[in-house]
């Protein structure tokens, strides 16, 4: 494996374009689902990854696995890499700022380094580790507002709650990391091709129960947002994050962690003219400042 301290240029390319589609796509949820449903929206979106991802299988010449254990792990992943936190962070955006939800997304290497100290018992923990925790915490209260965390209801019951669906996304992201380390060896093309076909399977009784796609009323904008996500936010995005993995392996990408936060957060200010507050930018300071001691310890 390449040395992580030298990485080559391609893989910065690819690392900054995933860091970019990923912190651009808080924007495209936010626009979708001002005219659709959070579960329409993940549905669509999944499908058409799905029809990339599996097109980009055939044509070069790989195969799904479909024994037991592997589809066991197509449906882990698939619902928590995707189609539980797409939902969530869809729901989320109806009631709070894109750019919010993609600070709130930033601690997710951090639950990734505890579930995997406690899952695979593979991880160190030492001082700077537990001081990045307490201080990715504060920066979490920072965020909520002191007044939220000792009172919930009043005026701000509904956002504190899809801030905390936001969070548990990203907790959803931090076990699904792990899982993914457990997964047998197989092509990177399969299995992302398996795991979002997997997450369209999970995900497609909603839709017929609760948000029938065919009723949506589409317009321009969430055709455009809704297509967006499939194409780059998630079928172009998957292949990059399992290619870098296997260029540089993990270390490399927690890199990514130190940029999507903040291309959410301005994204949101610039495209969608959301309000920029001081204690999202104090709380996205610490807990930039955390990922940093973790990225070092």
């Given at each position: 494996m390449k040395q992580i301290n030298q990485p080559i240029l391609l893989s910065w390319i690819l690392?900054?374009?995933?860091?970019?589609?990923?912190?651009?796509?808080?924007?495209?949820?936010?626009?979708?689902?001002?005219?659709?449903?959070?579960?329409?929206?993940?549905?669509?979106?999944?499908?058409?990854?799905?029809?990339?991802?599996?097109?980009?299988?055939i044509f070069t010449g790989n195969k799904l696995i479909l024994k037991p254990n592997y589809?066991?792990?197509?449906?882990?992943?698939?619902?928590?890499?995707?189609?539980?936190?797409?939902?969530?962070?869809?729901s989320a955006e109806q009631n709070i700022d894109a750019g919010l939800a993609g600070v709130l997304m930033s601690p997710m290497p951090l639950l990734t380094l505890a579930l995997s100290a406690i899952i695979l018992k593979n991880e160190k923990i030492?001082?700077?580790?537990?001081?990045?925790?307490?201080i990715a915490a504060f920066g979490l209260v920072v965020l909520f507002g002191f007044e939220n965390l000792s009172k919930l209801g009043g005026e701000n019951k509904i956002q504190f709650y899809s801030q905390l669906s936001v969070l548990l996304a990203a907790s959803c992201y931090g076990l699904n990391a792990v899982i993914s380390k457990l997964v047998p060896k197989i092509n990177f093309i399969s299995l992302a091709t398996g795991t979002i076909i997997a997450s369209v399977i999970i995900i497609f009784p909603f839709t017929i129960i609760f948000e029938p796609f065919w009723l949506a009323n589409y317009g321009t904008q969430s055709i455009i947002a809704i297509s967006v996500q499939g194409v780059f936010g998630t079928?172009?995005?998957?292949?990059?994050?399992?290619?870098?993995?296997?260029?540089?392996?993990?270390?490399?990408?927690?890199?990514?962690?130190?940029?999507?936060?903040?291309?959410?957060?301005?994204?949101?200010?610039?495209?969608?003219?959301?309000t920029i507050k001081i204690n999202v930018l104090i709380s996205l300071g610490l807990i930039l400042f955390a990922l940093y001691l973790n990225h070092r310890a």
């Open positions: 690392l900054l374009s995933l860091a970019t589609i990923w912190g651009v796509n808080f924007l495209f949820i936010k626009l979708a689902v001002l005219e659709v449903g959070p579960i329409t929206n993940v549905f669509c979106r999944l499908t058409i990854a799905a029809i990339i991802l599996y097109c980009c299988m589809i066991i792990f197509y449906f882990a992943i698939g619902a928590l890499g995707s189609s539980i936190p797409f939902f969530l962070i869809s030492n001082f700077l580790k537990v001081l990045s925790f307490f079928a172009i995005a998957n292949l990059l994050f399992f290619k870098i993995i296997e260029l540089e392996g993990p270390v490399f990408l927690s890199l990514i962690n130190f940029m999507i936060p903040l291309i959410a957060y301005f994204s949101g200010v610039l495209f969608l003219s959301e």
